[in-house]
């Protein structure tokens, strides 16, 4: 069996679909699907079980799987439950790492960008102790990620035994569909999509620094379909271990997302520039940049879908469709 936590979430459950499409139906995924139709995600897909995570321990013991895919974590970068947060994110995770060391199974884990803060110390997927202590994460989410890594990174330094693979994913500004339960955490894409589609006023934020533009501030937009495919990789290539970004290297702006969108639709952008609150000024990331060699000179060649082709299938496959759903 395969075992995916947060399988139920967004990259979670298309991770699960790929891997039904790729034939394997013996999947097992450790989520909480609350009320708020997080299930649908799941809902074309076949599984084994779906265990809670306050189980998943127990449920565990005496287990043979042939690898662990943890995804599962409280994602949201407003996150303030500081007990909660480390609970999920990183005990639960130390736990994982340790039975999959002790059981020999290959261990793919999501990290995030957010470990690398205002970006000051670059965007660099450096592994080691030195460099990952130089990071300083602006959020309680990104600095329970960065616990995480500095804690494997640490076992890696001492020479420790480990899972015979190990792999952490520092995913970028990652989009695509069965995001919308994700609240305010969804694509900036995903959120104002029906105002694209009906011809309404999308708002950006205005840019509070000098020398960038209204609705210039840029991040690393990466869709879900690649992200996929390099865990699909990795599932496949057990030789390969590490820490890697997971983004297409280009940097691209809010502004060029949205006028995707109207492309996808054949219709004129429509966009106003408002005042960015004053509470996130001070900590608004303008800029965001994988570096993605670390992953090439692994072996991965995959390729990443451009900006525009990429909205054009979210919107032509899932957004502007009855059945949003993969």
Known sequence: MLLVTGGAGFIGSNVVAALNEAGRSDVVVCDLLGTDGKWRNLAKRQLVDIVPPAELLAWLKDRKLDAVIHLGAISETTATDGDLVIEANFRLSMRL???????????????????????????????????????????????????????????????????????????????????????????????????VRAGRTVQLFKSHREGIADGDQRRDFIYVDDVVRVIMWLWATPSVSGLFNVGTGKARSFKDLIVAAYAALGSEPNIEYIDMPEAIRGSYQYFTQSKVDRLHRAGYNGGFTTLEDAVKAYVGDYLDRLDRFR
């Open 97 to 195: 790492l340790d039975w999959c060391t002790a059981n020999a199974v290959p261990f793919v884990y999501a990290s995030s960008a957010a470990t690398y803060g205002d970006g000051a110390a670059g965007f660099d997927d450096d592994a080691s102790l030195p460099a990952l202590k130089k990071l300083r994460p602006m959020n309680l989410y990104g600095w329970s990620k960065q616990l995480f890594d500095l804690a494997v990174a640490e076992r890696v330094a001492r020479g420790d035994k480990l899972p015979p693979q190990w792999a952490g994913l520092k995913f970028f500004n990652v989009f695509g569909p069965n995001e919308y339960h994700k609240g305010s955490m969804m694509s900036v894409l995903a959120r104002r999509f029906d105002d």
